[in-house]
């Protein structure tokens, strides 16, 4: 993103490479900002669908058209004229089931719209923690949204952000990780992890409540240094723990992961947009948790429960699907058995300091071959 943002004055064509954030960011900032010039990305960014946004974006002015097939990058960006009312703000409406990005690139590209912008979500919303932490960010670089009673209705003024100082948190989506360390681990099994609040504006801070089922207590350490990790006894469950990741689906297979190794059966819903990420989340979970003993299994509708019989780690590869989570997430069964995850730098993405921060921990972290 950061490369990409200061390349974009001087260049007709940009590469958002396998980020799914960054396309759709800088699909809605190149746009309202009249850049000329085509965005593509990887093959798998070519089969993500982006024409909910485009879609959006057209009705607000952007000159938008696809290189390849219609509802897909490339994207061929020809310049923006406001659709408008002189005297009244963009509307656009969109439903609230999509991804949640689509809704924050639209939010933020809202300040620079003329008359501002008022965005009506339809139907469900789904992933809401990640719009409110949108919109609290924007609020904080001076341009307020303000939402109707039941938050379907957003209104951007028009306006520009000012600069403020910012702590970035700590990544809660990256903590997941060793959340499943600590839950695999024998107990007493701990660790503190620095940065991550208590008051935080990440909806996956719900790894904390999740966890809690496999016996990872949570302490919040003074003055928002951080949080302490620790395995205490893990809970005796008869019954098949039934989890809505609606709100967070980046857990997802973390805690699949967690939950066939351990054999703890778990029901997972809301995980209708993992089709749709660098992989097919689903189908690559079903695929290498079956070579441990486990497995993702559709139980009904919509509902997939994470099981296993004779979970086993003894020097298995795990594929990675251009998928920096499905690294992060296998990589803590090594404290099961030896493993092989292929391609482990996909974890560039998201946590580029990943492999070294195991080793630092004590792994024996090894390049294969």
């Not at 039941?150 to 990256?174: C, K, P």
């Amino acid at each position: 993103m950061q490369a990409l943002l200061a390349a974009a004055p001087g260049t007709d064509r940009l590469s958002a490479e396998d980020a799914g954030t960054v396309m759709r960011f800088l699909t809605a900032y190149l746009a309202v900002t009249g850049w000329r010039g085509e965005l593509t990305g990887t093959p798998r960014m070519q089969e993500r669908p982006i024409g909910v946004l485009v879609g959006a974006l057209r009705q607000a002015g952007a000159d938008i058209a696809y290189v390849a097939n219609d509802g897909y990058p490339p994207l061929r960006l020809n310049g923006f004229a406001s659709a408008a009312a002189a005297d009244g703000p963009t509307r656009l409406s969109v439903r609230g089931d999509i991804s949640s990005q689509y809704i924050s690139a639209l939010l933020m590209v809202g300040p620079y719209l003329p008359g501002g912008l008022v965005l009506t979500l339809t139907g469900p919303v789904g992933s809401r923690p990640y719009i409110d932490m949108t919109v609290a960010l924007m609020a904080r670089f001076g341009a307020p949204c303000q939402a109707n009673a039941d938050a379907t209705e957003l209104t951007v003024a028009a306006g520009r952000y000012q600069a403020a100082n910012y702590a970035v948190e700590s990544d809660w989506s990256a903590a997941s990780y060793w959340y499943a360390m600590v839950a695999l681990g024998p107990v007493g099994s701990e660790i503190t992890l620095p940065g991550l609040r208590q008051q935080s504006l990440q909806g996956d801070q719900a790894i904390a409540g999740i966890m809690a089922h496999f016996g990872v207590e949570t302490t919040y350490l003074p003055a928002e240094e951080g949080v302490l990790l620790r395995q205490g006894p893990r809970p005796e469950r008869t019954d098949v723990l039934r989890l809505d990741f609606t709100n967070c689906p980046d857990l997802a297979q973390t805690v699949a992961v967690v939950a066939a190794a351990l054999a703890l059966p778990v029901d997972m819903t809301g995980l209708e947009s993992l089709r749709i990420k660098e992989t097919d989340r689903i189908a690559a979970l079903q695929t290498e948790l079956a070579k441990f003993g486990g497995d993702l299994q559709e139980v009904e509708a919509g509902v997939f429960r994470a099981v296993s019989e004779g979970f086993r780690v003894d020097g298995q590869t795990v594929a990675t699907y251009h998928d920096h989570r499905m690294a992060m997430a296998f990589a803590p069964l090594a404290l099961l058995g030896p493993l092989e995850v292929a391609a482990p730098q996909v974890v560039r993405k998201s946590y580029p300091q990943f492999w070294r921060e195991l080793d630092k921990a004590g792994f024996a972290v090894s390049e294969a071959g």
